[in-house]
């Protein structure tokens, strides 16, 4: 399963950073230690220099600057420069916007899907349908040797959790997130 991300992180201390407001809010910019880590993981549309929206900038002091991975469920028309590409929609419309994707990309890093039995796994262990941070961090720990492993705007909804400002989407389940998150934290 995802031979690509686990030779990417084998041995390396990774950084997973996710789309929560408290990132580019919070009192402490996180982009030098969020940089300080071998391999950064970026979801969605979270790529440094990227602006939503007026007050909204994705700057290098909060984000950091690097992308090695880029896990994402929909083409966005931002490629950034990165070692991978996860793409983690596998609903029908992820096959449509997965076709699009390979069809409009410029193909400067290989991209790979987000394998079905994979999902079935985090899913039953979350409880139910996971969330693209839940995804990868269950995968580091349980399918790659990676050194360590540091999370950043992943606050499961306790705050604002998309960049662009939409609501939280009505398919995740907040509680059993935080505890699936915290119980994969734990595990050595």
């Known amino acids: 399963m995802l031979d690509e991300f ?12 996710g789309n929560a407001l408290s990132l580019l809010n919070g009192l402490i910019p996180h982009g030098t230690e969020i940089d300080s880590h071998d391999i ?5 549309m979270g790529i440094p220099g990227t602006h939503f929206r007026p007050g909204i900038h994705l700057t290098p002091e909060r984000v950091g600057s ?4 880029w896990a994402t469920a929909k ?8 070692k ?13 916007h997965w076709g699009y994707f390979q069809e409009k990309r410029r193909k400067t890093f290989p991209l790979v899907r987000w394998p079905q039995e994979l999902e079935t796994e985090v899913r039953d262990f979350v409880g139910a349908d996971p969330g693209t941070g839940i995804r990868l961090v269950y995968f580091l ?29 009505p398919n995740h389940v907040p509680q059993l997130e935080k505890q699936a998150l915290s119980s994969l934290l734990r595990e050595a």
């Open 6 to 17: 686990a030779d990417i992180v084998e041995g390396k201390s990774v950084a997973i950073v």
């Open 40 to 44: 950064i993981v970026r979801m969605n």
């Open 66 to 69: 690097r992308t090695d991975v």
């Open 75 to 82: 083409y966005f028309g931002i490629e950034p420069t990165c």
């Open 84 to 96: 991978l590409g996860i793409f983690m929609k596998l609903t029908e419309l992820g096959d449509k």
């Open 141 to 169: 720990k349980r399918h790659s040797a990676a050194k360590s492993i540091s999370v950043f705007g992943m606050d499961c909804w306790d705050t604002l959790s998309n960049w662009s400002l939409k609501p939280n989407t």
